[in-house]
């Protein structure tokens, strides 16, 4: 397969020695910020949606992080092969899948839920693609909290919703994979330019019939920047940026942070309350991520 013109970074896997313990931090920073953006992104997605319905939100997330990107990057079409653009095309569905999946989930069944089911993706994602017994520890220990933050079973959700939201668990798993490949790929956040304007696409026909002309009143198009901003552009271009330093299986495990940055994010603009499980459950997750982290730098030292 024919790499991109412009500079890569190189690939960093599970086999593979990583940077220096020392900089890791820069990658588990970048992972957490982008975490708590997409997710207090997304509790305002959940106000937005009485106006625009789920896939309206969904649009006008994707078609205006799109712009936003699009003049910021400037990227260029030109110099790429076939098996690039293979990325973009994938890359961009994953983006697109998982948010028109997670948004009709959170439409049906309370935020914290919709995410800690969605986690599950990225969870069984680092299960399959790590080598180390370590990471499965910790990605056990993560799936434990994930399920005591879901009370200890999900029956008493819409199925229909709790359908979405492992669906989109799916999807989530897809995008981490083509996110670190268009890193490597493409310069810069040039990649996740061209992958958002392609998910744009590919919602906008299922966001005019769902939500009309109610998607130009002037109101509704700024909420709907603010949920791009915080939610694709930001969160995604960090992401993409952690993913070209951090191995897969350690972001995927990062990612079990979502469900209490939710919990969090549901509490402080929805007022959904907390309980004391709901803080045990997020004291698991977050010991899990850590673990995972400070494995994954030992493990770094000892290859140096």
């Given at each position: 397969?024919a790499?991109?013109?412009?500079?890569?970074?190189?690939?960093?896997?599970?086999?593979?020695?990583?940077?220096?313990?020392?900089?890791?931090?820069?990658?588990?920073a970048?992972?957490?910020?982008?975490?708590?953006?997409?997710?207090?992104?997304?509790?305002?997605?959940?106000?937005?949606m009485?106006?625009?319905?789920?896939?309206?939100?969904?649009?006008?997330r994707?078609?205006?992080?799109?712009?936003?990107?699009?003049?910021?990057?400037?990227?260029?079409?030109?110099g790429?092969?076939r098996a690039?653009?293979?990325?973009i095309?994938a890359?961009?569905?994953?983006?697109?899948?998982?948010?028109?999946?997670?948004?009709?989930a959170?439409?049906r069944i309370?935020?914290?839920?919709?995410?800690?089911?969605?986690?599950?993706?990225?969870?069984?994602?680092?299960?399959?693609?790590?080598?180390?017994?370590?990471n499965?520890?910790?990605?056990?220990?993560?799936?434990?909290?994930v399920?005591?933050?879901?009370?200890?079973?999900?029956?008493?959700?819409?199925?229909l919703?709790?359908a979405?939201?492992?669906a989109?668990?799916?999807?989530?798993?897809?995008?981490?994979?083509?996110?670190?490949?268009?890193?490597?790929?493409?310069?810069q956040?040039d990649?996740?330019?061209?992958?958002?304007?392609?998910?744009?696409v590919?919602?906008?026909p299922l966001g005019?019939?769902?939500?009309?002309?109610?998607l130009?009143?002037?109101?509704?198009?700024g909420?709907?920047?603010?949920?791009?901003?915080?939610s694709?552009?930001?969160?995604?271009?960090?992401?993409?940026?952690?993913?070209?330093?951090?191995?897969?299986?350690?972001?995927?495990?990062?990612?079990?942070?979502?469900?209490?940055?939710a919990?969090?994010?549901g509490?402080?603009?929805?007022?959904?309350?907390?309980?004391?499980?709901d803080?045990?459950?997020?004291?698991?997750?977050?010991?899990?991520?850590?673990?995972?982290?400070?494995?994954?730098?030992?493990?770094?030292?000892?290859?140096?």
């Amino acid at each position: 397969m024919a790499p991109a013109a412009a500079p890569t970074a190189p690939a960093v896997g599970p086999g593979t020695a990583g940077p220096p313990a020392g900089r890791r931090l820069g990658p588990v920073a970048l992972v957490v910020a982008g975490g708590l953006s997409v997710q207090f992104g997304s509790a305002v997605a959940v106000l937005l949606m009485p106006r625009a319905g789920a896939l309206g939100v969904v649009t006008l997330r994707l078609v205006l992080a799109a712009a936003v990107l699009l003049v910021v990057c400037r990227p260029k079409v030109r110099g790429y092969g076939r098996a690039d653009w293979g990325t973009i095309v994938a890359f961009g569905t994953a983006m697109a899948g998982m948010n028109i999946l997670f948004y009709q989930a959170a439409d049906r069944i309370p935020l914290g839920a919709a995410v800690t089911l969605e986690v599950l993706g990225p969870l069984i994602l680092s299960v399959v693609a790590s080598r180390r017994l370590m990471n499965l520890l910790w990605a056990g220990l993560a799936l434990g909290g994930v399920v005591l933050l879901g009370g200890g079973g999900f029956d008493r959700l819409d199925p229909l919703g709790a359908a979405f939201a492992l669906a989109a668990g799916a999807m989530w798993a897809a995008y981490i994979v083509f996110s670190a490949r268009t890193g490597r790929r493409f310069p810069q956040a040039d990649g996740l330019a061209l992958a958002m304007a392609f998910g744009a696409v590919l919602s906008l026909p299922l966001g005019i019939a769902e939500a009309g002309d109610k998607l130009l009143v002037p109101s509704t198009i700024g909420l709907g920047l603010a949920v791009a901003l915080m939610s694709s552009v930001l969160p995604y271009t960090l992401e993409l940026l952690a993913l070209r330093r951090l191995p897969a299986p350690t972001f995927a495990i990062l990612m079990s942070l979502e469900p209490a940055i939710a919990a969090a994010a549901g509490f402080l603009i929805l007022s959904q309350a907390l309980s004391a499980t709901d803080a045990l459950a997020i004291a698991l997750v977050i010991g899990a991520s850590m673990g995972a982290v400070r494995t994954q730098a030992r493990a770094a030292r000892r290859a140096e």
